[in-house]
RNA sequence: GGUCCCAUAGCUCAGCUGGAUAGAGCAACUGAUUUCUAAUCAGUAGGUCUCUGGUUCGAAUCCAGAUGGGAUCACCA
């Protein structure tokens, strides 16, 4: 649409003698209800034409028109005026541009972006929450993937700490050598499972204490089984051998279910960090802000830095014991990535309740005049709360990834076998098409929406297969490739006659694909690739109903709507790709 | 208390850097299938865009304030 910009702006010069920049000409989509494709607002012209809105739009509608020949007509409304392109233009455009196989492959920008995601704890298996990140995490990748750039997608796992020796402990305590092998329970429920009960035994020996007479606080720090795990992790950090063999078997179990997780989400994850290799990180780090003054040392030898000039507070880096806290490892961990990528943006996909933890950390790194600092961004997004309140694995009260993935595939099978569309599919093929479309419910439900916006989920109210969902543009998708099936594609081209509305409103859908991979890309927001998406499976499904392709009134347009059926495939599948949602051949 | 985020139809959400009569889906009601997949399409009904001011030819959108909801301000991660 650069061409009519352009001339306006001519049309403005000539016509004004004023010269304006090509930004300053808005173009938008002409409303449904008006004859025309685009719409240019006159009002911000008439102090350079000194006459009315009206006048002008109509004086620069008739330059346009006669200066170009893609545009068959025009109207003014108001201050509004609408330009009708010729149908010759949109047919062009679905052959030389949509039809073409580098449709929507932007070019790469030569830039390096770093998505970090998913980052899960390893004393319990992944719910709810977790699934909005891995599901956000990896189409923001795909997207920035497809706007251009190179993707490193990592996972910073929190494999130690004090959580994990919690459930380590109540297996020891409770566990009478269970595995997953001797129980057939997958292996990060196994461990999720002492997680919990460790936080009911030690919350009956807080009640305890506190009948004997401590306060809350007291008890919390005086029962037995915290100072027990406590002493596990202080035996894990000495690097003690029977703790780091029964660590690495219990992590073991869980990667292993993490794994299964994974596959079914459909996410992945070209480098791995663990939190066990980094966690001592940071401390050079340390050394190198007191030194240039950044960081300052207490009488009690703890170290922090002064923020209150930035309108934040001050911030502990280091313990006075000289341990590091999460600050100072985030800080290291920071540092390393960027050693190992060197890239030019890093994306950390972590929940809104770490806002303020990333702004400090962000302007620490700034402080310290590290150069890759400004390439950071924190994309966060909005806790999943349940109609109960939160989620929380300690009490149990989460909706479990796994129990959430077969219930969609449970529901998706209910809903196919109603509709006895796919009798003569194998057994397989079946189970397949169940998980596509329970994971394609599921994926487009959580990423439709704005990630910066929390989410409700009623696990009552199962999600939707109908209307405004995946399984919608799933099938537009299965039912254009129905009608493909039964034609064959000459590859002749039609002549340009006049478009139908509903075709040239597909092409006018269809071209602004990678302009959508664009906007998406720099939001950081899957939702605007997800509303298109439904925008023009919607518009095909208007078309689809309006005309018959394959008793089209003759063979050219025939031709014309087969190839207007395969690039709505095309866009629909590489959109949905995007999400990470798989689009069926049939359904 | 300080800071940050959110508020649009009964419900779930779109609405791009300000533009025409604020749009979808669900739920409710009506209609369309001897015709390419009806998980579809067409229609009816549903709104003080939380409130108050400001900027502007023009504000759901920008600014200020208020109200409501959430998060955070740990020598937890």
């Known amino acids: ?137 990896y189409s923001v990748a795909q997207i920035l993937e497809a706007a251009g750039y190179e993707v490193i997608k990592t996972n910073l796992v929190n494999d130690r700490g004090i959580h994990i020796c919690k459930s380590m402990l109540a297996w020891q305590l409770y566990g009478n050598g269970e595995t997953p092998q001797s129980t057939g329970e997958k292996g990060d429920h196994l461990v ?137 490892q985030d800080m290291g961990t920071a540092k390393l990535k960027y050693d190992d990528f060197q890239m030019d943006e890093s994306i950390y996909v972590v929940g809104n309740e770490q806002d303020y933890h990333f702004k400090v950390l962000f302007l620490i790194l700034q402080k310290l005049g590290k150069t890759w600092a400004k390439g950071l961004f924190h994309l966060s997004y909005g806790m999943v709360d349940l109609p109960s309140g939160k989620m929380k694995s300690r009490e149990g009260t989460v909706v479990d990834a796994d129990d959430l993935i077969a219930e969609m595939k449970t ?75 039964r034609a064959t594609i000459t590859g002749m081209e039609t002549d340009p006659t006049e478009l139908a509305p509903e075709e040239r409103d597909l092409i006018v859908t269809l071209t602004q694909f990678p302009d959508i991979i664009t906007q998406a890309a720099i939001a950081y927001n899957p939702g605007t690739v997800a509303n298109y998406v439904y925008e023009l499976a919607k518009t095909y499904n208007k078309f689809y109903h309006e005309h018959s392709i394959l008793q089209a009134e003759d063979e050219l347009v025939k031709q014309f709507r087969l190839e207007l059926s395969v690039a709505s495939a095309k866009v629909i599948s590489k959109a949905m790709n995007l999400l990470g949602i798989d689009v069926p051949e049939r359904m």
């Open 1 to 137: 649409m650069n061409f009519i910009i352009e001339s306006t702006v001519k049309a403005i010069k000539e016509l004004y003698h004023a010269d304006i920049a090509p930004s300053d000409i808005s173009l938008q989509e002409t409303r449904k209800e008006f004859e025309g494709q685009v719409t240019i607002v006159t009002f911000p012209f008439t102090k350079f034409s000194r006459k009315s809105p009206e006048q002008t739009g109509a004086e620069i509608g008739e330059y346009l028109k006669n200066s170009l020949k893609e545009i068959s007509a025009f109207n003014v409304i108001k201050g509004f005026l609408n330009i009708s392109i010729c149908s010759a233009y949109w047919i062009d455009q679905l052959y030389t541009e949509i039809l073409k196989d580098d449709f929507a492959v932007l070019k790469p920008n030569g830039k390096r972006v770093m998505v970090e995601y998913s980052s899960p704890n390893t004393n319990k298996p992944l719910h709810l929450g977790h699934v909005r990140n891995n599901l956000l995490g």
């Open 411 to 485: 529901t998706a099978k209910a809903q196919t076998e109603a509709l006895g569309k796919i009798n003569d599919f194998g057994e397989e093929e079946k189970e397949q098409l169940y998980h596509t479309i329970g994971m394609g419910a599921l994926k487009y439900f959580l990423l439709k929406v704005d990630p910066k916006k929390r989410l409700l989920f009623d696990p009552n109210e199962s999600v939707d297969f109908q209307g405004h969902t995946g399984p919608f543009i799933q099938y537009t998708h299965a039912r254009i490739k129905s009608v493909l099936n």
């Open 192 to 328: 999720g499972k002492y997680y919990v009960i460790f936080d009911k035994e030690y919350k009956k020996e807080i009640e305890f204490l506190k009948s004997e007479g401590q306060t809350e606080e007291e008890a919390k720090k005086n029962a037995p089984l915290i100072k027990q795990a406590q002493e596990l992790l202080l035996k894990w950090e000495a690097g003690d051998e029977k703790v780091i063999d029964l660590w690495k078997t219990m992590n073991t179990w869980v990667y292993d279910g993490f794994g299964k997780t994974y596959k079914a989400l459909g996410v992945e994850f070209d480098k791995f960090y663990y939190e066990s290799n980094t966690y001592l990180l940071g401390k050079d780090i340390i050394d190198e802000g007191l030194q240039s003054g950044v960081f300052f040392k207490k009488e009690d030898g703890s170290v922090w830095i002064d923020l209150t000039e930035d309108g934040l507070d001050q911030k502990l880096v280091l313990r006075a014991d000289g341990t590091s806290v999460y600050m100072t």
